[in-house]
């Protein structure tokens, strides 16, 4: 007797089912559509931009009159920003992206003869520009061959078109200036007789209606070098008034402008007279 069993023969292993052809179908179907549903968002994508594409350019420029001026003195009237961006040549359409901009916008406006400063200048969106700045003030007029020109207190040319007649006689007057601007509005006029009178008219200004003057009178030193200029004022009757040295500019002993402007004042609440008066003594009469 055979001890060993009868193994039993193994059963073979079924074969793979072969894939079908409606699955391979149905697959790259799929894989087809996903395809055509990509290449419709990116057809369909790029007609969107080509229709908006001109309105986010548009979108991203500065244009003249989006531009705001902060700042301009009610005395000026000329037109600030127009005049600035033109002469700038930023009179037309000015990119946001340039990370320049705020710096030509503020040089801009720094050329302009009536500005001062520039405060700052801050960019907005939709496209806008806040451009603020400080003004130079009108200090007197400048007699001239031909007519006046105006100067601040510092004695820089302004735009004298923007004064008229009427305007330009609420200013001190200077006068007995021989020189002519050495440079364009807006700089400095160049002569140290100017700077001075500039700073006697600014001190003087707040009376000069009120006492009745009419004009600022820069005579040349009378000695040699280190002598001062002597100013002296002029009524509308001529009467002369000896104001001596420019603010500043007082000799050893001399009294200041604040006390000069104080006799000055009491002098006009006094009778009227037609002798010289010399504002460095005790208000009094003195010799011509």
């Known amino acids: 007797m055979n001890a060993n069993p009868r193994r039993r023969p193994s059963a073979p292993e079924p074969e793979p089912e072969p894939r079908s052809i409606g699955r391979l179908l149905v697959g790259r179907r799929a894989g087809l559509g996903a395809m055509a549903v990509l290449l419709g968002a990116v057809v369909v994508g790029t007609l969107v931009w080509q229709r908006v594409a001109g309105r986010v350019r548009e979108d991203a420029i500065l244009h003249p009159e989006a531009i705001v001026l902060v700042g301009q003195a009610p005395w000026v009237k000329a037109d ?7 002469s700038a040549s930023l009179d037309h359409g000015l990119p946001l992206t340039d990370p320049e901009l705020p710096n030509r916008l503020a040089r801009a406006f720094d050329m302009h003869p009536w500005v001062r400063q520039v405060v700052g200048v801050r960019l907005g969106h939709p496209p806008s520009a806040t ?6 003030e009108p200090a007197a007029m400048v007699g001239v061959a031909g007519g006046l020109l ?6 820089v040319v302004l735009p004298s078109a923007d004064f008229t007649p009427e305007v330009a006689a609420v200013y001190p007057r200077l006068a007995g200036i021989e020189s002519s601007p050495q440079g364009p509005e807006g700089a400095l006029w160049g002569d140290p007789a100017v700077e001075e009178g500039a700073a006697l008219a600014s001190v003087i200004q707040p009376e000069w209606r009120a006492l009745g003057l009419a004009e600022c009178l820069a005579v ?7 002598a ?3 100013w002296r004022l002029i009524d509308a009757q001529g009467r002369v008034i000896v104001f001596g040295a420019a603010p500043g500019r007082e000799m050893p002993g001399e009294p200041s402008a604040a006390v000069k402007i104080a006799r000055l004042r009491a002098l006009a609440a006094r009778a009227g007279g037609g002798r010289p008066v010399d504002l460095r003594d005790e208000v009094g009469p003195t010799s011509p």
């Open 131 to 136: 451009v603020e700045v400080r003004c130079r």
């Open 150 to 155: 105006a100067i601040d207190a510092e004695g």
């Open 228 to 230: 001062n200029r002597e």
């Open 220 to 226: 040349p030193p009378a000695s040699g070098e280190g």
């Open 80 to 86: 600030i920003r127009a005049e600035a961006l033109r």
